[in-house]
C-alpha cells in the first residue's frame, strides 16, 4: 500500500537534495514536494501546509554529506505528515463506550457516507470488535432506500450473532434509530450501531433527512466511512457531512488496495477530526486501528 506515493516522495528528495540545502534549494525541494503530494491526491491546502512545516524543520540545516541531506529531509518530512496526522482529541470507540457502559449507558454511532464505499461491511466489522471485547450490540437498518441493504445487514449480523431493529423500505430512519436505542437501554444493550443510505453529499434532501436522525437519536459518535481509493472526492465528501452534521472521526476502507494514501492526510486535516480505522480487507477481523506514526513511515522510503 502507498507504494505510488513513497516512491514519489524518495524520487523527490533524491533529486532535491543534490546539494547543500540553501534557503533557495530548500524553496526547490519543497516545490518538488507539494507537486509530488497533489499528484497523489493529497488536497492542495493539506500539501501546502505539510510543505510549510517541513520547510520549517529544515531550515538553515547546513550538512557534508549528500546521504545525510536526504535523510534529514525525509525525517522532517516524516515528522510533518505525523503532525498533520496526530488528532488534538483522539477517538476510542472501545475506551469510549467502556466509560459509557460504567454508567450504565449504551453508546451510540452513527455511520454516514455515500453508496459504494464499503459503509454496511464496516458497520459489520466494527459489531464484530464491540463483541470481541465483550460489549452486546445491536443494528439499526436506517438505510431504508437501497434495495438490498437491509438483507444484506441482516446477514451480517446473523454471522456475527446480532439482533437487527427494522422496518420496511421506504420507512423513517429517524424512527428506526430512536426504536433501536430503546430497545437497547430496556435490554440493557451496551453498542447501538445505526447504518444510513448511501448519500450523496450533494443530494440535499437525503442530508436533511440525515440530520433528522441526528436530531432524533443523538448519537454519541458520527463516523464517516470513504473510500481510500476515491481520494479527493472522499475529500468532498467527508467535507460535505461534516458541514451537515459535524463528524466526529472517519473510517478509511481499501486502505491495502491505496497506492497514495492522500485520502487519509486530507481529511484528518482538513475535517480537523481523526481517521480511527482502516479496512485492509473483506474479512471481520481486517479493520484495524489507525496509526498515525505507521502511516507515516510507510510514506517515506527507508525512514
Excluded at 503530494?37 to 493539506?46: G, H, P, S, T, Y
Excluded at 547546513?62 to 496526530?86: M, P, Q, W, Y
Excluded at 427494522?166 to 437501554?185: C, L, M, R
Excluded at 467535507?239 to 463528524?247: L, P
Amino acid at each position: 500500500m502507498f507504494d505510488k506515493l513513497r516512491g514519489a516522495i524518495d524520487s523527490a528528495v533524491t533529486k532535491a537534495t543534490t546539494k547543500e540545502l540553501s534557503e533557495k534549494n530548500l524553496a526547490d525541494a519543497v516545490w518538488e514536494l507539494q507537486m509530488v503530494l497533489i499528484q497523489n491526491d493529497v488536497a492542495v491546502e493539506v500539501a501546502e501546509h505539510i510543505c510549510d512545516l517541513t520547510k520549517e524543520k529544515i531550515l538553515g540545516t547546513r550538512t557534508g554529506r549528500l546521504d545525510n541531506i536526504s535523510k534529514f529531509f525525509k525525517t522532517a518530512i516524516h515528522e510533518s505528515i505525523l503532525e498533520v496526522l496526530t488528532p488534538e482529541h483522539p477517538i476510542d470507540p472501545i475506551e469510549f463506550a467502556t466509560e459509557k457502559k460504567k454508567k450504565g449507558e449504551p453508546t451510540t454511532i452513527l455511520f454516514v457516507g455515500i453508496n459504494g464505499t464499503g459503509k454496511t461491511t464496516t458497520l459489520a466489522k466494527l459489531a464484530s470488535v464491540f463483541k470481541d471485547k465483550g460489549f452486546t450490540v445491536v443494528i439499526a437498518a436506517g438505510d431504508t432506500f437501497r434495495a438490498g441493504s437491509i438483507e444484506q445487514l441482516e446477514k451480517h449480523a446473523e454471522i456475527l450473532d446480532i439482533r437487527v431493529i427494522k422496518q420496511d423500505y421506504g420507512s423513517d430512519a429517524a424512527a428506526i434509530a430512536y426504536d433501536a436505542i430503546a430497545h437497547a437501554k430496556a435490554r440493557h444493550i451496551d453498542i447501538v450501531l445505526i447504518d444510513s443510505a448511501g448519500r450523496m453529499q450533494s443530494n440535499k434532501n437525503l442530508l436533511e433527512e440525515m440530520k433528522k436522525i441526528v436530531r432524533v437519536a443523538e448519537p454519541d459518535l458520527k463516523i464517516f466511512v470513504g473510500d481510500a481509493l476515491a481520494g479527493n472526492d472522499a475529500l468532498s465528501q467527508a467535507k460535505e457531512f461534516h458541514k451537515a452534521i459535524g463528524i466526529d472521526g472517519a473510517i478509511l476502507t481499501k486502505v491495502d488496495a491505496d497506492p497514495s494514501g492522500g485520502a487519509a492526510l486530507s481529511i484528518a486535516f482538513v475535517t480537523g477530526r481523526p481517521v480511527i480505522y482502516v479496512g485492509v480487507g473483506q474479512n471481520y477481523a481486517d479493520l484495524r486501528r489507525f496509526d498515525p506514526d505507521w502511516f507515516a513511515q510507510r510514506l517515506i522510503a527507508d525512514n
